[in-house]
């Protein structure tokens, strides 16, 4: 037989045999019950350190339009930026302000003993706007009994062994206090006493004694080549118009979610947006995929093994990342709506009293890392369908449910055998998604789900 009456002969026993298989069943969602609901109000703020540098203790300056300073305390207002352009939804706060916002968190490790490991990302939103936003982390207590979360350290990030290989805002003073014009730093995991850093303008990977002082800075490589978007220092603009790419990870795409296994001996490092080759995002059967790149914490260096993550629909975005055991891990996967769907606009109505994009998608995925370099996905719970019949809910609960209708929502982590934690980023002063007209604040949520957990 040859080789081409082989091959129609393999594909005519392959359709035969496929239309005989059953259609592979969707993942199925699992029940998610509040167990407690805490909140850190969205004006937190805390001072630099004395020896920072004054441009640091008044943040926000660079925030208005076309990224021009302003000095004036309170001066711009906060606005949602998914309000429509001819009716701005603002949010009852104003930047500047005095010190640091402590503001939205994006990544979250539990401690134990009611401890909490979280992250503030770059400040404002891009590198233009948050030269004046410091790097930090912080160590939190939360009390679901009480919903108090309350501070209980601040670390801030510098760069005193210029260990940075390109200019940083603080160049030329003795700390080196970074900023969000320097990196926006989206996940973080402690592993003994360093910790590390998922970064997005780069995409970077970054790692830090306990002080916070940076030790090394990794680029980021991909199948041999290497992976970078728009906000690289590596790059530089074009001298004139000519069409070509010179990225291939689209700006604020970098590494959203970066989990550890086990054993603290690797990093699973997740992009927020698909890599793009020839002009288009990678796709696996036209759905737009992301990568978890691995990297070798023994030997500070990528390993070139990589899974595909498949997104429910093209567009989203995912929010934070953490393993479960040694091969099922936890992905919030959102899409870019804010707001209760009750409260939507009527089509091609928008206006200030409604909610122009609400909320849909909001789910924690339960993924395996398979051997096939694919991250299979085995079932989810809704963030938008949370069971409350005991009635925890401190704000936005009704008729038994509580809903997570945030655009951001960055943080989730196992807590014990039957529990996770879940919390919002809450991009003060910019979004407003539990009320109209109102910031939201830091939310915290302890749910029961034993079955997601032990799902296989």
């Not at 978890?292 to 975005?317: C, H, M, P």
């Amino acid at each position: 037989m040859t080789l081409l009456r082989q091959s129609l002969a393999f594909t005519c026993l392959l359709a035969a045999a496929t239309a005989s298989m059953p259609a592979r069943a969707a993942a199925p969602e699992y029940p998610a019950v509040l167990a407690g609901h805490a909140i850190l109000p969205a004006d937190a703020t805390v001072m630099p350190p004395a020896d920072a540098p004054a441009d640091l203790k008044v943040t926000g300056k660079f925030t208005g339009p076309d990224n021009r300073r302003v000095d004036t305390i309170g001066a711009l207002k906060g606005k949602t930026g998914l309000s429509h352009k001819d009716f701005p939804r603002f949010t009852g706060y104003a930047l500047p302000i005095a010190g640091q916002s402590v503001q939205g968190f994006s990544g979250i490790r539990s401690l134990g003993n009611g401890e909490f490991l979280v992250l503030t990302d770059n400040g404002f939103g891009s590198k233009a706007n948050s030269p004046d936003a410091a790097l930090m982390f912080h160590r939190l207590k939360i009390d679901f009994a009480s919903g108090k979360v309350e501070r209980l350290a601040t670390t801030f990030l510098t760069d005193p062994d210029k260990k940075v290989p390109f200019r940083i805002m603080n160049e030329a003073t003795a700390e080196r206090y970074l900023t969000g014009a320097d990196f926006d730093i989206e996940s973080i995991q402690p592993i003994g006493d360093r910790y590390w850093f998922g970064e997005e303008l780069g995409p970077f990977l970054i790692e830090t004694d306990a002080n916070g002082k940076v030790l090394q800075v990794f680029d980021t490589t991909l199948d041999g080549k290497p992976v970078r978007s728009p906000d690289n220092p590596a790059l530089a603009t074009p001298s004139a118009p000519n069409g070509k790419l010179v990225h291939n990870l689209a700006r604020s795409k970098g590494f959203e979610g970066m989990a550890q296994s086990k054993d603290g001996k690797t990093l699973y490092a997740l992009l927020e947006g698909p890599v793009w080759t020839d002009g288009k995002p990678e796709t696996i059967d036209g759905k737009e995929v992301l990568r978890i790149v691995e990297f070798s914490v023994e030997k500070r260096a990528w390993t070139g093994r990589s899974w595909t993550y498949a997104l429910d629909q093209n567009g989203d975005a995912i929010g934070d990342f953490n393993m479960i055991d040694a091969r099922t891990g936890m992905v919030l996967e959102r899409d870019n709506g804010e707001g209760d769907p009750a409260r939507a606009c009527p089509a091609d109505k928008p206006a200030a009293d409604c909610f122009t994009s609400p909320a849909k998608l909001k789910r924690v995925w339960k993924i395996e890392l398979g051997d096939d370099g694919v991250a299979r996905k085995i079932g989810f719970l809704d963030l938008m369908n949370i069971a409350d019949p005991k009635k925890l809910a401190r704000q936005g609960g009704r008729d038994g449910k509580l809903t997570f209708p945030f655009v951001t929502i960055e943080n989730v982590d196992v807590v014990d055998a039957t529990h996770i934690v879940a919390g919002n980023d809450n991009n003060f002063p910019f979004s407003a998604g539990r009320a109209l007209d109102r910031n939201d604040d830091n939310e915290f949520v302890l749910l029961e789900v034993p079955e997601f957990l032990a799902a296989k």
